[in-house]
């Protein structure tokens, strides 16, 4: 399937690099490396994924260390939402798209 990512993504990965980075450039670098891969394996498999209607009836969430991938499949598309850490508010982060 074809991969199509939310004006929101380049934000949340340089808020997510950032954060890292503080304490370690090297764990960053490979949090976003680990966090790429797994958005090539969404785009192969998105089904894999199990739907999460208790936060929106599309959407779909993937784990890579302590972030998540939230990602809804539209047609032949996923649609990736947003990437966040697994503390935040993932409603609040998903109604920003609206």
């Given at each position: 399937?074809?991969?199509r990512l939310s004006?929101?993504?380049s934000q949340d990965?340089?808020?997510?690099?950032?954060?890292?980075?503080?304490h370690?450039?090297?764990?960053?670098h490979?949090?976003?490396?680990k966090?790429?891969?797994?958005?090539r394996?969404?785009?192969?498999n998105p089904?894999?994924?199990?739907?999460?209607?208790?936060?929106?009836?599309?959407?779909?969430?993937a784990?890579v260390?302590?972030y998540i991938?939230?990602f809804?499949?539209?047609?032949?598309?996923?649609?990736?939402e947003r990437i966040a850490?697994?503390?935040?508010?993932?409603?609040?982060?998903l109604?920003?798209?609206?």
């Amino acid at each position: 399937m074809r991969l199509r990512l939310s004006p929101l993504i380049s934000q949340d990965l340089l808020e997510i690099s950032d954060f890292i980075a503080a304490h370690s450039p090297r764990y960053a670098h490979l949090t976003l490396l680990k966090i790429r891969e797994k958005l090539r394996i969404i785009a192969k498999n998105p089904t894999l994924y199990r739907l999460r209607p208790e936060i929106a009836p599309e959407d779909r969430f993937a784990i890579v260390g302590n972030y998540i991938i939230m990602f809804r499949i539209v047609e032949d598309v996923v649609q990736i939402e947003r990437i966040a850490h697994g503390s935040r508010k993932i409603k609040s982060l998903l109604t920003q798209l609206e």
